[in-house]
């Protein structure tokens, strides 16, 4: 037998009131039903904590020692069932996504935007980084769900397609290739490319699309962020391929993008959960807002 959250409260409210006919109406229970979780109290703590007459009822001296301890337990877990509810109802808490680094940058803070407006006491942790690693850190539950391209080889992750997002050609706006209005991968040869590393799934992406057509260039240089891959364009060290959504507005580095054809090359972004794992309210509200966000994205730049 143990003591429950209900019999210390129903022992702090007959301290409080000094009546049991009134406390056991403010409970919703019957006097007898009192009584038997106060003798619970006492018969488990082996002492008496209140005096009952027919018309009085008083704390013990052991029941006064306890009173402030019960107190606090009550409001203790009061503050606790409140704690939950703010995160059941998404106005509290920490919520953690990934997302690989070319939506992070340019389509993740219009996400986190529309969350915050409608939950600004919910905290987003983001981890960004390749997809591989993206992957790992759902499938570790270092983060509830993911923005990325397909998981491959992960049977305990569920993936859900959102969008195609084509690949262009990026190069400085004083380059040949500037002056067409589609490019082909053909067209690529004559000029220097510069490419993802290998851990980068945009890479494995094109690879995958265009390896045994030796369409793809081998590239120049090799980097291993999209970032670093604009600056080098933006400074007029070579052209690449960059899916559409990370394309960047960089003035200062005089940017363009024209469609790349022959063939047409997506990417697939979609959300990676785990299987069998259901996601917070918090998780579940950020990955409905990031799946309209990014189907509105590709929309909007068709």
């Known amino acids: ?138 499938t570790t539950g270092d983060a509830e769900f993911a923005i990325a391209l397909a998981a491959e080889d992960r049977p305990n992750l569920e993936y859900q397609p959102l969008i195609d997002d084509p690949y262009l050609l990026a190069c400085r706006e004083d380059h040949p290739l500037a002056r067409k209005r589609r490019v082909t991968w053909t067209d690529l040869r004559k000029h220097t490319y510069i490419r993802m590393g290998a851990e980068a799934g945009n890479q494995r992406k094109l690879e995958s699309a265009l390896g045994e057509s030796g369409l793809l260039p081998a590239g120049t240089h090799e980097v291993a962020h999209i970032s670093t891959l604009m600056s080098m364009v933006g400074n007029g060290l070579g052209v690449s391929a960059v899916p559409k959504l990370a394309t960047v507005q960089r003035p200062d580095l005089k940017l363009v993008f024209r469609p790349l054809v022959d063939p047409v090359v997506s990417r697939t972004i979609g959300i990676i959960r785990p299987i069998g794992r259901t996601l917070s309210p918090s998780a579940l509200a950020l990955s409905n807002i990031a799946a309209d966000v990014l189907r509105n994205a590709a929309a909007s730049d068709d």
């Open 1 to 138: 037998m143990r003591i429950g959250i209900e019999d210390l409260r129903a022992f702090v409210l007959v301290a409080e009131i000094k009546n049991f006919h009134r406390a056991a109406e403010e409970l919703a229970i019957t006097q007898s039903g009192l009584s038997r979780r106060l003798k619970k109290m006492e018969d488990v703590l082996h002492v008496r904590l209140l005096d009952r007459t027919s018309r009085t009822v008083a704390l013990t001296t052991i029941g006064e020692e306890f009173l402030p301890t019960a107190m606090r337990m009550v409001r203790e877990f009061e503050r606790s069932m409140d704690d939950i509810q703010d995160i059941i109802e998404k106005r509290a808490g920490v919520v953690t996504m990934a997302s690989v680094l070319t939506i992070a940058q340019n389509v993740l803070p219009r996400v986190i935007a529309q969350f915050n407006e409608q939950f600004p006491s919910v905290s987003v942790r983001v981890m960004d980084d390749v997809g591989p690693k993206v992957a790992d850190f759902v």
